[in-house]
Every structure is written in structure tokens, then in C-alpha cells.
């Protein structure tokens, strides 16, 4: 058996403000920073020795997944960061307000966009280029993504970098987002598309799934404080 532990970022501001993010970098919350403290104690009393640690390129993320590896006393793990694991790109949804964006465009088409696995945000008119994306192509650079398509950027990685060290008996930290967590829970656990929408992932709850040899899933538990 193998364990692959999933987590959710700690509180963002973005989560503060209730606004839409995606691909744009924002801080912990001090709760947030709290919530990382408190998923590396839950995951350091669970005894997991991890091999490595996975990441996005967004600052959420790593700096939830820096949090956890000083409570496991684990800095010296190799982490990977990659744009693979970022967030789903809200397109021109990115830093609204969500209760605004029900007052603007329905609650129904706002639901629709948040929950859909293939409904696509409106787009920005052009790509916002970063520095940290400088060493890819510039076509890996979204300008709106449903969930299908942050999936579909996603399982590369997945393929050819988790699922070889799982498969040699190597525990796997995934410290990611959201909508790109769900899609992986989506793939793992074989949810139908139309049942994603039922998928929630909370800031910073560790989900530890046990793996068999053929990674299928013989346990799965969240960590909690309860």
C-alpha cells in the first residue's frame, strides 16, 4: 500500500473577499497561515513518511506546502512546483466579487461557470504573460478555463510524475487548489462529470487516500481537528 495525501491551500484573501482568482497570485490569510500550521500537525500525527512534494507556481500553494513541511520536519523533501497543478483560470471572472457576479449575470449562469465541468468562464481578450511561466511555451497561458480543461492540463503531470513514484511505493504530498484538486478527485475516485459539482474541497482539510499496487483506492479519510 501506498498514500497520496491531497490539501487544499490555507485561507487565501482572495477567499477573504469572496472573489475569484485562478491563475492570479495572492497571500495567505493569517487564519490561512493558521489552517497550514494546523494540516501539517493533523498529517504529522498521521505518521506518513513522504517522498516528495508537489506544488503550483502561485504562492497560496507553495507557501501552505512550506508551512506543512516545517511541521513535518520535512523541509529537505524535493518539492516540484509546475503551472500543471495551478488553479482553473476564471478568465475575465478573475478578482470580481462572486456575489457580484450573481447580481450581473444570474445566479444560475454563475453556478453554471463555478460548478459545470465543462462550462467555460467568459475569457480575458488576451493572455497575461509572467516571468515565472517565461521558461514554457506562451500557449500554456490561459485566458479562461473550465474544469475539464484545467483536468486536462493537469493529468500530464499526474501521469509522468506522481503516479511513477506511487507506483514504487513512494508517498506523494500534493499541495494544490480547488478546482484542479477536484479534478484530480474526479480521475481517482471516477465521479461522473455530472456529479463533480457535488465535489467540495476545504482550505487546508488534508485527504489521505491509501493506494493499492493497481492505485486503486483501498481507503480514504479526511484529517480533522473533530
Same mark, same amino acid.
Given at each position: 500500500?501506498?498514500?497520496?495525501?491531497?490539501?487544499?491551500h490555507?485561507?487565501?484573501?482572495?477567499?477573504?473577499?469572496?472573489?475569484?482568482?485562478?491563475?492570479? =497570485?495572492?497571500?495567505? &490569510?493569517?487564519? +490561512?497561515r493558521? $489552517?497550514?500550521?494546523?494540516?501539517? #500537525?493533523?498529517?504529522? *500525527?498521521?505518521?506518513?513518511?513522504?517522498?516528495?512534494?508537489?506544488?503550483?507556481?502561485?504562492?497560496?500553494?507553495?507557501?501552505?506546502a512550506?508551512?506543512i513541511?516545517?511541521?513535518?520536519?520535512?523541509n529537505?523533501?524535493?518539492?516540484?512546483?509546475?503551472?500543471?497543478?495551478?488553479?482553473?483560470?476564471?478568465?475575465?471572472?478573475?478578482?470580481?466579487?462572486? =456575489?457580484?457576479?450573481? &447580481?450581473?449575470? +444570474?445566479?444560475? $449562469?454563475?453556478?453554471?461557470?463555478? #460548478?459545470?465541468?465543462? *462550462?467555460?468562464?467568459?475569457?480575458?481578450?488576451?493572455?497575461?504573460?509572467?516571468?515565472?511561466?517565461?521558461?514554457?511555451?506562451?500557449?500554456?497561458?490561459?485566458?479562461?478555463?473550465?474544469?475539464?480543461?484545467?483536468?486536462?492540463?493537469?493529468?500530464?503531470?499526474?501521469?509522468?510524475?506522481?503516479?511513477?513514484?506511487?507506483?514504487?511505493?513512494?508517498?506523494?504530498?500534493?499541495?494544490?487548489?480547488?478546482?484542479?484538486?477536484?479534478?484530480?478527485?474526479?480521475?481517482?475516485?471516477?465521479?461522473?462529470?455530472?456529479?463533480?459539482?457535488g465535489?467540495?474541497?476545504?482550505?487546508?482539510?488534508?485527504?489521505?487516500?491509501?493506494?493499492?499496487?493497481?492505485?486503486?483506492?483501498?481507503?480514504?479519510?479526511?484529517?480533522?481537528?473533530?
Amino acid at each position: 500500500m501506498v498514500q497520496l495525501v491531497l490539501v487544499r491551500h490555507g485561507e487565501s484573501t482572495a477567499n477573504f473577499d469572496n472573489t475569484y482568482t485562478g491563475w492570479s =497570485d495572492v497571500e495567505l &490569510t493569517d487564519h +490561512g497561515r493558521e $489552517q497550514a500550521h494546523t494540516a501539517g #500537525r493533523l498529517i504529522a *500525527a498521521s505518521h506518513i513518511d513522504f517522498d516528495a512534494v508537489h506544488t503550483s507556481m502561485l504562492r497560496r500553494a507553495i507557501m501552505t506546502a512550506y508551512i506543512i513541511q516545517d511541521e513535518l520536519h520535512a523541509n529537505w523533501l524535493p518539492i516540484t512546483k509546475s503551472w500543471r497543478l495551478n488553479e482553473r483560470h476564471y478568465g475575465a471572472l478573475r478578482g470580481l466579487n462572486k =456575489d457580484k457576479t450573481r &447580481t450581473l449575470f +444570474g445566479p444560475q $449562469q454563475v453556478a453554471q461557470w463555478r #460548478r459545470s465541468y465543462t *462550462a467555460e468562464p467568459p475569457h480575458l481578450a488576451r493572455a497575461h504573460h509572467q516571468r515565472r511561466y517565461a521558461a514554457w511555451p506562451t500557449s500554456i497561458i490561459p485566458t479562461g478555463e473550465s474544469l475539464a480543461d484545467a483536468s486536462a492540463r493537469l493529468l500530464p503531470y499526474w501521469n509522468d510524475h506522481v503516479v511513477p513514484a506511487l507506483r514504487a511505493d513512494h508517498n506523494q504530498l500534493i499541495v494544490a487548489h480547488g478546482s484542479t484538486l477536484r479534478a484530480l478527485i474526479k480521475h481517482l475516485e471516477g465521479i461522473a462529470d455530472a456529479d463533480i459539482d457535488g465535489v467540495e474541497v476545504g482550505n487546508a482539510a488534508p485527504i489521505v487516500y491509501t493506494l493499492d499496487e493497481r492505485l486503486a483506492i483501498a481507503d480514504k479519510t479526511i484529517l480533522t481537528t473533530e
